[in-house]
């Protein structure tokens, strides 16, 4: 399998191609000209309920393009009046689904795998920020979610980094990339999930050949990208995590 995460907001995306987005309820905290590019690269975008109220924050700020989105989805009891107003004066669906059994985020995807054409790729934005029960719980979700590749690919984009699953098998990752300002940075992760792995890296800092990785073993973090393209093997599933890196501006 081959991943290239830097798609995400690149100007000439070669694996995001058809990509949508899911807006979470989380601080963006980014500067609205990242997220206009993310969302130029996506085709549908979809908040989940309080999701919409970030984006209309970064909306009312006049800071940068109006951000769009094509659907708020979820229990409805974190999107505000003002926001909600806010978005039906746009003529953009608010779906109520009212299903204690799933999480707004987990509606979100559901909803766009079900309806929209296959395989289409989905980046969670907000993925990993806030509290340490939420972030697991997005780690966990992202393991239910990829069981496969075959509805598309699932990343979760943090102000941070980003951060996908790898299947068991063998794996090559874009690791060295920059588009106007905003790089791959160094510093990456590999994590067991479900259970004990063994890996094989190749491309990084401290490689490691059939290394045996499980939680109250050894977990390789804080590695550093050596190469412009990583290559890990595993036996089982894995968390990959990469940091971002926000170059200077250029002054003209």
């Known amino acids: 399998m081959t991943w290239h995460p830097a798609d995400v907001f690149s100007n000439n995306p070669i694996a995001h191609k058809d990509c949508a987005l899911v807006i979470l309820n989380q601080p963006l905290e980014l500067k609205p000209s990242f997220y206009a590019k993310i969302w130029k690269n996506s085709i549908y975008r979809v908040a989940a309920d309080g999701g919409a109220n ?17 659907l708020v989805i979820g229990d409805l009891d974190s999107i505000s009046a003002k926001a909600t107003k806010y978005w039906e004066d746009k003529g953009v669906r608010i779906t109520h689904d009212s ?11 559901n909803y766009i795998w079900s309806e929209k054409p296959k395989p289409l790729n989905i ?23 990829q069981k496969d590749y075959t509805s598309g690919k699932m990343f979760l984009l943090s102000s941070e980094g980003v951060t996908f699953l790898l299947k068991s098998g063998r794996h090559r990752i ?11 940075g160094k510093h990456v992760g590999i994590i067991p999930m479900k259970e004990p792995s063994i890996i094989t890296t190749k491309g990084l800092e401290w490689d490691v050949t059939d290394w ?41």
């Open 99 to 109: 299903d204690q059994y799933s999480t707004d985020y987990m509606k979100a995807v």
């Open 174 to 184: 874009k690791a060295k990339e920059t588009f106007q300002g905003i790089s791959l």
């Open 123 to 145: 980046v969670a934005i907000g993925g990993l920020g806030g509290r340490v029960d939420q972030g697991l719980s997005m780690l966990h979700h992202l393991y239910l979610f």
């Open 54 to 70: 970030r984006i209309y924050d970064i909306n009312t700020s006049h800071e940068g393009d109006d951000l769009t989105l094509d």
């Open 212 to 252: 045996p990785t499980e939680f109250g073993g050894q977990i390789s973090t804080s590695n550093h990208v050596q190469e412009e393209w990583v290559t890990i093997e595993t036996t089982k599933d894995v968390l990959f995590t990469i940091d971002l890196k926000f170059l200077p501006q250029e002054s003209g």
